[in-house]
């Protein structure tokens, strides 16, 4: 390989590569380039000379391949071509020894499985796969695997169990992309086409169903009714008041709390939008704060199951909403604060969205914002725990387990 001049190298970083929407060709360094076509789909692939030839060699998808791992073979491919070797013979080299697909998905799980920070995430990929996949054509070459074995999995699945089904589909397509990436199989993937064949999935009724928010208050009175004592009610009523994402709550730590300054700051490693997030704690939120410390009992998380120390488990919501025979989501109370803070204040819709750390989808205007407007969220937020915490009407009478 050779080269005209010095190229700058690492040109690009993971945030600008998601962020890039204009189709054509941009170079990361040293011949290795991200291709974004008009659909938007987006492919490496490394620009070398072989043997006084120019040779384009494609490195898989965006969506299997990450940025590091797109360099880390760009180099291992340099190398080759740098001992005079081609990259193409060692890739048909590498193919003859075809990968099953129950090796292949443990392959991508190990090399995935490094950045994923869920542990949860992490036992629950490979399982389902295990579950669902392995019986049927794990031992099959990925070579070896079409629309008819990908059917055999899914249409017994695919109506009975949807939320299953989909994250099944999802990870068999990622394998798949990854045995095309690595050499293992050529042509396209055959889930890509399998959503027109499979029948229309019903759409889940209580996916998101939120509380109507004239109901919060006497929602929350029921909830401390449950159990006085214990920490999933704290935690219920804690996501109530503060409008955040379950994940946000349940894996919450004392460190990301400022009783002095009345904060509680999310950082964007935990984020939906990767961008830290401040609440303003309102003085019942500081009361549940204290409430949980007596119950954490030194844990480095505000809400732990009792039993483990660790986070509650996401399921600690929906077993209190059974409970109290509520067909809605933890979730929606998010929609109730919305819907609330539209029909009962006129708060700004920028302040409201910011408390619910929205995204901005107007890239130009969220370009020029350059604060969290966070006084004013505390206006906002303190409003809403007036409202929500407000005693009218029945409680509900729940007799449950102590959790």
């Known amino acids: 390989m050779t080269a005209t001049g010095?190229?700058?190298?690492?040109?690009?970083?993971?945030?600008?590569?998601?962020?890039?929407t204009k189709a054509g060709r941009y170079l990361d360094g040293n011949g290795l380039y991200l291709n974004v076509q008009p659909s938007?789909?987006?492919?490496?692939?490394?620009?070398?000379?072989?043997?006084?030839r120019r040779r384009d060699f494609g490195l898989g998808g965006l969506s299997v391949?990450?940025?590091?791992?797109?360099?880390?073979?760009?180099?291992?491919?340099?190398?080759?071509?740098q001992q005079n070797g081609d990259p193409l013979a060692e890739r048909e080299k590498e193919k003859s020894i075809v990968l099953t697909f129950k090796e292949a998905a443990r392959e991508v799980h190990k090399i995935h499985s490094a950045t994923w920070k869920n542990d949860k995430h992490k036992k629950q990929w490979i399982t389902t796969l295990e579950n669902y996949v392995f019986p049927t054509f794990g031992s099959l070459h990925v070579d070896n695997i079409g629309t008819p074995e990908i059917l055999s999995?899914?249409?017994?699945?695919?109506?009975?169990?949807?939320?299953?089904?989909?994250?099944?589909?999802?990870?068999?397509?990622t394998v798949l992309e990854w045995a095309k990436a690595s050499g293992f199989r050529s042509g396209d993937n055959p889930v890509d086409g399998i959503l027109k064949i499979l029948p229309k999935q019903p759409v889940s009724k209580n996916h998101h169903t939120a509380l109507p928010y004239k109901e919060?208050?006497?929602?929350?009175?029921?909830?401390?009714?449950?159990?006085a004592e214990g920490i999933a009610p704290l935690a219920f009523e804690f996501l109530i008041l503060t409008a955040t994402r379950t994940s946000e709550v349940l894996n919450a730590t004392w460190d990301e709390i400022n009783l002095e300054d009345k904060t509680w700051t999310i950082p964007d490693s935990r984020m939906k939008n990767k961008r830290e997030h401040r609440i303003p704690l309102q003085p019942r939120l500081i009361e549940i704060l204290e409430g949980a410390r007596k119950l954490s009992e030194g844990s480095l998380y505000i809400f732990p199951n009792p039993h483990t120390r660790k986070a509650l488990s996401t399921m600690v919501f929906l077993m209190?909403?059974?409970?109290?025979?509520?067909?809605?989501?933890?979730?929606?109370?998010?929609?109730?604060?919305?819907?609330?803070?539209?029909?009962?204040?006129?708060?700004?819709?920028?302040?409201?969205?910011?408390?619910l750390a929205h995204s901005l989808k107007d890239k130009t205007e969220a370009a020029y914002k350059r604060t969290d407007l966070f006084e004013k969220r505390r206006e906002l937020m303190e409003l809403w725990t007036k409202f929500a915490t407000e005693e009218r009407g029945e409680v509900i009478t729940i007799h449950a387990n102590k959790n």
């Open 216 to 227: 919060v208050p006497i929602f929350i009175k029921s909830l401390r009714s449950i159990n």
């Open 6 to 20: 010095k190229q700058k190298q690492n040109r690009l970083s993971a945030v600008r590569v998601r962020s890039l």
């Open 40 to 52: 938007g789909a987006k492919r490496w692939f490394l620009r070398v000379v072989v043997m006084g």
């Open 320 to 355: 209190l909403l059974r409970r109290m025979k509520q067909d809605i989501t933890a979730h929606g109370f998010r929609s109730s604060f919305r819907d609330w803070a539209s029909e009962r204040t006129n708060i700004p819709r920028d302040v409201c969205e910011a408390a």
């Open 153 to 173: 999995v899914l249409n017994p699945i695919w109506l009975t169990k949807p939320e299953t089904a989909r994250p099944v589909r999802q990870r068999i397509h």
């Open 65 to 81: 391949v990450s940025l590091a791992e797109a360099r880390e073979e760009a180099t291992k491919l340099r190398k080759i071509v």
